[in-house]
Structures are given as structure tokens and as C-alpha cells.
T-cell receptor, first 114, second 118 residues
Framework: GAGVSQSPSNKVTEKGKDVELRCDPISGHTALYWYRQSLGQGLEFLIYFQGNSAPDKSGLPSDRFSAERTGGSVSTLTIQRTQQEDSAVYLC????????????FGAGSRLTVL | AQKITQTQPGMFVQEKEAVTLDCTYDTSDPSYGLFWYKQPSSGEMIFLIYQGSYDQQNATEGRYSLNFQKARKSANLVISASQLGDSAMYFCAMRELIRAGANSKLTFGKGITLSVRP
């Protein structure tokens, strides 16, 4: 597609429920990133996929968080047993897998855990 | 490990004047890239400018320029002729460049809020 597409744009859920956030990167981009941004804060790295390499999961805050990328394209970030502190905007970005390339961000998925 | 520091409080600038947003970084990698992004109140992240650690000249993109001082590990963003639409949050970010050419994660600073006064 022309840009990075994320869905849903807004998600309200109850504490303890599982949620799935989807990211469709720019066609041809081999690198895909998930970040989290709490209100008024900077971007916190969560996970990074690059081609067929093992993902860099070093930013995932707990084992309730997981992500997968199927077929080198679409990615799903799953948060199990959501907590109120998980409330944030989850941003996905993609880039070409060569050299120092710019990350193009999606519009984000705003998650609110009640 | 890489670290980005943006410590300025909210910045204010008069329309049409220039403003400098500070960014310092720390890395042990000799090869790295520095990025600035703008995030207006609508929330989207907009790429502004990029500087490679081995670039001989400071990067410029229209009204944006990067004052890169490698020895001091600083990469300040200069916005000339400020416009009302420049009011936003600005993030400095860094990526260490792996020799094989693969990307690595982009580490962001906490951001600086810029308000342009008419």
C-alpha cells in the first residue's frame, strides 16, 4: 500500500481481556517495528522484525506481549490479560531493509484499558 | 547501548524567527544515523531530516538543518523562519548502523514541545 496501515485506530477493552493490533507495512519494506507511546511521552521500542531474521524482542515489557509477522508482511501485536498501564498509542513503522533508511509510521492504534 | 537525550523544557518561538532544538546522544558504535521526527497534535510521526555519522556536511532539508557536532555528540535541529504549523512535538532518534547493511532499532529521545507564537 501507499503507507503503513494500522487497525483498529481505537480500541477500548476491559482489564483482563486480550487484544490484537494489526499493522500492514509499505509493500517491499522488509523491516517492521512496533513502538508504544504513552500520553505525552516519547516512543518506547517494543519489537523489530527484519526479513527472515529472528525478531529483536528486547523491548517487550512482559510475557503478556507478543508479536508475529506472517509472510514477511502483515504483523500482529497481541497483548494478553490487558492491564490499565497498557493504555497507550501503539505505533507501527516500516522501512527498507538496506542501509540507514527512514522509518515510515502508521497513524497508530490507541488502546484504552478500563 | 544507545541513548538519546532531549532535556529542553517546552520551547517557544516567535513566528518567522529561527529556533534550535537540542539533542545529545551516546553510542559506542562508530557508524550511526541520526533522525528528527515531528509529531503534531494529530499524532502522526513525520520524518524531517537525517544525518549519517560519516557525512561530511550538515544535513539540510528546506527550512530544517541539522547542526551536527560529532565530537560533542550533539545533533541539534535548527528550524528557520518558523511557521505556526511548526507547533508540535519534536523527537530526535538514533540508529546504530550494522556493517552488513541490516537495519536496527531506532531509539528515540523523550521529545521537545515547540510552540510558535503569532
Amino acid at each position: 500500500g501507499a503507507g503503513v496501515s494500522q487497525s483498529p485506530s481505537n480500541k477500548v477493552t476491559e482489564k483482563g481481556k486480550d487484544v490484537e493490533l494489526r499493522c500492514d507495512p509499505i509493500s517491499g519494506h522488509t523491516a517492521l517495528y512496533w513502538y508504544r507511546q504513552s500520553l505525552g511521552q516519547g516512543l518506547e521500542f517494543l519489537i523489530y522484525f527484519q526479513g527472515n531474521s529472528a525478531p529483536d524482542k528486547s523491548g517487550l515489557p512482559s510475557d503478556r506481549f507478543s508479536a508475529e509477522r506472517t509472510g514477511g508482511s502483515v504483523s500482529t501485536l497481541t497483548i494478553q490479560r490487558t492491564q490499565q498501564e497498557d493504555s497507550a498509542v501503539y505505533l507501527c513503522a516500516s522501512s527498507l531493509g538496506v542501509g540507514a533508511n527512514v522509518l515510515t509510521f502508521g497513524a497508530g492504534s490507541r488502546l484504552t484499558v478500563l | 547501548a544507545q541513548k538519546i537525550t532531549q532535556t529542553q523544557p517546552g520551547m517557544f518561538v516567535q513566528e518567522k524567527e529561527a529556533v534550535t532544538l537540542d539533542c545529545t546522544y551516546d553510542t559506542s558504535d562508530p557508524s550511526y544515523g541520526l533522525f528528527w521526527y515531528k509529531q503534531p497534535s494529530s499524532g502522526e510521526m513525520i520524518f524531517l531530516i537525517y544525518q549519517g555519522s560519516y557525512d561530511q556536511q550538515n544535513a539540510t532539508e528546506g527550512r530544517y538543518s541539522l547542526n551536527f557536532q560529532k565530537a560533542r555528540k550533539s545533533a541539534n535541529l535548527v528550524i528557520s523562519a518558523s511557521q505556526l504549523g511548526d507547533s508540535a512535538m519534536y523527537f530526535c532518534a538514533m540508529r546504530e548502523l550494522i556493517r552488513a547493511g541490516a537495519n536496527s532499532k531506532l531509539t528515540f529521545g523523550k521529545g521537545i514541545t515547540l510552540s510558535v507564537r503569532p
